[in-house]
């Protein structure tokens, strides 16, 4: 059988390796090369190109960007669950919301704002307004909680806004929660589950590269950036840490994934517990 995958030099794929690095901060190893070659490909057989030269061309060649989206979209990955790392989760409702509910009550604020900054099919920002609602009403119910869920990929991003799920994604969910901010719907073939209006209302979903300016006017009580860092350099995710930094109210946390570590980076961040750290006041 002819081999149908795109022809794909050394010299290709260093082009779009650092072109994907100087627009997105996603550091493409050597050893990714093989996955590039299979996911550019899909895109490229729907234009009816054989070679990654042609296409990087086309992609270059394109006023309108929207075909560095398509790029971008094809090489992201976004793989994502229902309170993954769960330990966040409880740390977040047994301590950072009754401590922020407390300050905040002092001062008559019931304003909060937390940041979701790669929340790929929506799993997280959803998960996070769970936790508001069921640990924190006076934020959540009678305040002004709101969530921004951004991300690269626009194709994750219709998903998250949808809020539609099959059950294999929703079993990570708790029976309590599934059935309060969940909406069964469709026959017992193809039942989804819709997230609820309540629970909706509390996000914004917004396309955002990381590398762009941040359009933040107004501190935030809490950043997850989790799983996303381990797809950049030591330099790159640096920046990033600063930019944190300056975005959060004092008192305010970071989040990372399990697999991250700003071990080895200057910042100005309190280690709080793994993966956790604080801006001090």
């Given at each position: ?21 100087k627009t997105a901060g996603i550091n493409l190893m050597e050893g990714k090369k093989e996955l590039v070659r299979t996911r550019l490909g899909k895109r490229m057989r729907l234009l009816q190109m054989n070679d990654i030269h042609t296409y ?54 019931r304003r909060l704002r937390i940041w979701s900054a790669a929340c790929s099919s929506g799993e997280e920002p959803y998960t996070i307004g769970m936790v508001i609602m069921e640990k924190s009403p006076y934020f959540g119910t009678g305040g ?138």
């Amino acid at each position: 059988m002819e081999d149908s995958s795109p022809s794909f030099s050394d010299k290709d794929y260093q082009a779009i390796a650092t072109f994907v690095h100087k627009t997105a901060g996603i550091n493409l190893m050597e050893g990714k090369k093989e996955l590039v070659r299979t996911r550019l490909g899909k895109r490229m057989r729907l234009l009816q190109m054989n070679d990654i030269h042609t296409y990087f061309k086309y992609v270059m060649d394109d006023d309108t960007g929207e075909e560095i989206v398509f790029l971008l979209d094809a090489l992201a990955t976004n793989l994502t669950s229902f309170f993954r790392e769960d330990q966040h989760f409880t740390f977040m409702g047994k301590t950072i919301l009754p401590e922020l509910e407390d300050r905040y009550r002092a001062k008559g604020i019931r304003r909060l704002r937390i940041w979701s900054a790669a929340c790929s099919s929506g799993e997280e920002p959803y998960t996070i307004g769970m936790v508001i609602m069921e640990k924190s009403p006076y934020f959540g119910t009678g305040g002004d909680c709101k969530i921004l869920a951004t991300d690269i990929s626009t194709k994750v991003l219709n998903i998250a806004q949808q809020g539609l799920y099959g059950p294999e994604r929703i079993k990570t969910v708790p029976s309590m929660l599934l059935g309060k901010y969940f909406q069964k719907i469709g026959d017992h073939g193809k039942q989804m589950y819709q997230v609820v209006p309540q629970l909706r209302d509390l996000i914004v979903f917004r396309r955002l590269n990381l590398m762009d300016p941040l359009p933040f006017r107004n501190p935030l009580d809490l950043i997850f950036c989790r799983n996303v860092m381990i797809y950049f350099d030591k330099e790159t995710i640096g920046r990033l840490i600063n930019k944190y930094y300056q975005l959060l109210a004092p008192g305010g946390y970071l989040f990372i994934g399990h697999s991250e570590s700003l071990s080895g980076l200057k910042h100005d961040f309190k280690y709080v517990e793994p993966c956790v750290y604080r801006k001090e006041q």
